[in-house]
């Protein structure tokens, strides 16, 4: 076949967010659109990881990624691609994609040295919906911004593309490899089911056998809602074939273009027959909930834990994992190199940190960060050693297994950490359930009580305007103190108030304006920002926490608990003057 170059020109708004380049599929079919970003990205990576290179293509099944995926199989035979992975039915959740770079092996020996994954993650799929793409490097991670940045450059300045146009669909389908002879040479599209990759790390990681006498046991029950996302390629697998669940455990475990016509975010508004499901929905109550619950997002990097009428809240879930992970976790049997949690995430991980250096495991080198949001910013802390468990309050969970988060990861996390603790109870009537295990956690830990309020699809104007005046505010302690004094008395003061800003302890590089901050003198804090990963208008995303010590203040209702601070954060931040929204579009 042949080479063709076709003339383009740049088109507006390529800039990669948090998590790549996330917009409408209409904006995604327009002509050249996304020839234009995958071109620019081959023209920011190094030559040797293009030119006779093995790259990865695949995704979380959405709407428009069957054509994108045979859109670039031609483009990168025609920029000297030597091989293109792809998953069976362009399938591969996000966790498996950074799994299938680090561990894969060709038939020849080969190594993949990236991947596009094509993925909008928790946003809604479909020809209005949304569509997405990101490359991911060598170590499996996400680029860094060093790269994105440049990959956006060059979207500004490009003049034309490669692509191999008469070369054959590749037939996605069915499971193997198709030699075609490229303009460079061999070109070979292997197509393979990348839950073999995945469930032989996983098997590496935990000890399956002992989650196999805890799912044997009558007593536990379970639910996984997949919301008809890439997980359902992966949750047979695992939790049925492997670990012996029944079926009927799982739940919209069929992948879906349009999941479904839902909201692939595994949180307790959009997850809604899971949460029903637990007995969790008060229009709906279930009567007898199953002991264990999790949801995935679209990508499969996101998970959301419940507990039979009990939601474990991410941030908290991260902290439980590292408190356990040496005792329930064989991979982690030697100890924890560091753990790390995004800024908004609560500091219940900080406390579990401090702990575990002082007396619980043997750990090697304890150390405690605080990153910005994006995974990107673990996979350095990861490839210098220093990070083992890290997590995002945004319901992501991972490990340095992988470069990503990891969400069926996290579910097995769970399971691991309710068989260690019930291993001897099996045969009794109660089992230690997960509520059991948090609230323990907490009267260990003390507890933080914490909320996320989400402000979506918000004029873009007034989201800027509402953020510059918190910052503004912020000149002045007293001023902001004097107005907290007006809305509530009953809350501490602020004691510091800044825009965060992230110093890699790996490279050096610094991130400014993460997030803006508010820190008061009992440990509370209001964090604002502007969300990276909408398609459309801005999302304003509010995070509100407390933390509690005195055991006797430990059970309290979450809602009752912040309802000072939640005061305090709206009217300070004026929510309903400028954004004309009384309330947000959701509270997780
Ligand atoms: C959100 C989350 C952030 C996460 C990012 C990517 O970003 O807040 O914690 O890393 O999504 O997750 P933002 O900028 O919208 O707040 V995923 O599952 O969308 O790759
Ligand atoms: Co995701």
Excluded at 88 to 93: D, V
Excluded at 404 to 416: H, P, Q, T, Y
Excluded at 492 to 505: G, I, L, N, R, S
Aim: include cysteine; charge should be negative.
């Amino acid at each position: 076949f042949k080479v063709s170059k076709v003339e383009t020109n740049p088109i507006d708004g390529q800039k990669p967010g948090t998590s790549g380049l996330r917009k409408k599929v209409k904006v995604f079919k327009q002509p050249h659109y996304l020839q234009n970003f995958v071109q620019a990205t081959f023209n920011a990576l190094p030559a040797n990881q293009v030119k006779g290179a093995i790259i990865v293509v695949s995704g979380d099944g959405r709407y428009w990624s069957k054509d994108a995926i045979q859109i670039i199989i031609k483009m990168a035979a025609a920029n000297g691609v030597r091989g293109v992975w792809v998953g069976l039915n362009g399938l591969m959740s996000t966790p498996a994609v950074s799994a299938v770079i680090r561990e894969r092996t060709g038939a020849d020996g080969s190594k993949a040295s990236g991947a596009f994954i094509l993925t909008a993650s928790h946003n809604p799929g479909g020809p209005h919906e949304d569509f997405g793409i990101k490359y991911n490097m060598e170590n499996g991670g996400p680029a860094p911004e060093g790269v994105t940045d440049k990959i956006y450059q060059n979207t500004t300045t490009i003049k034309e593309y490669y692509i191999a146009e008469d070369f054959p669909d590749v037939d996605l389908s069915t499971e193997g490899v198709t030699k075609l002879g490229g303009p460079e040479g061999e070109f070979d599209v292997d197509v393979f089911d990348s839950a073999n990759d995945y469930v032989k790390l996983m098997k590496s990681i935990f000890d399956f056998e002992s989650i196999q006498k805890l799912v044997a046991s009558p007593k536990f029950t379970f639910c996984y809602d997949a919301l008809h996302g890439v997980a359902g390629a992966y949750a047979n697998r695992i939790f049925v074939q492997e670990l012996g669940a029944q079926e009927s455990f799982l739940i919209n475990c069929v992948p879906k273009e349009d999941f479904g016509g839902g909201h692939p975010d595994p949180n307790l508004t959009y997850a809604k027959e899971l949460v029903a499901r637990m007995g969790l929905s008060k229009a709906n109550p279930e009567a007898n909930p199953p002991e264990f619950g999790a949801a995935a997002d679209g990508d499969a990097d996101r998970n959301m834990i419940l507990g039979k009428r009990f939601f474990v809240t991410p941030s908290d879930s991260v902290a439980i994992i590292a408190a356990n992970a040496v005792k329930a976790i064989p991979y982690f049997s030697s100890g924890l190199k560091g753990v790390a949690r995004s800024m908004p995430t609560s500091a219940a991980l900080d406390v579990v940190a401090k702990h575990l250096n002082l007396k619980f495991f043997e750990v090697i080198l304890p150390c405690m960060l605080n990153v910005p949001t994006g995974w990107k910013f673990f996979g350095n802390l990861m490839d210098a050693g220093m990070c083992s468990v890290c997590g995002e309050e945004s319901f992501g969970t991972g490990s340095d297994h992988i470069r990503e988060k990891d969400g069926i990861w996290a579910v097995l996390a769970w399971l691991s950490i309710l068989a260690y603790v019930n291993k001897d109870n099996l045969g009794k009537d109660q089992l230690v359930s997960v509520e059991d295990i948090v609230r323990g956690h907490w009267s260990t830990y003390g507890r933080h009580y914490y909320t996320r309020y989400d402000y979506e699809n918000v004029d873009s104007g007034a989201a800027k305007e509402l953020m510059a005046n918190l910052v503004n505010l912020q000149a002045s302690l007293s001023d902001v103190n004097n107005i907290i004094r007006g809305i509530r008395s009953d809350v501490a003061d602020v004691v510091q108030a800044d825009e965060f800003e992230y110093k890699d302890p790996v490279d050096g590089s610094i991130s400014k304006h993460q997030g803006i901050r508010y820190l008061f003198a009992d440990g509370s804090r209001l964090v604002f920002r502007l969300s990276g990963t909408g398609s459309e208008g801005a999302t304003i995303r509010l995070y509100i926490e407390q933390y509690e010590k005195d055991p006797s203040k430990i059970g309290r209702e979450s809602h009752e608990a912040l309802a000072p601070l939640v005061e305090v954060a709206l009217k300070l931040s004026q929510m309903e003057k400028m954004t004309g929204r009384s309330a947000p579009t959701v509270i997780t």
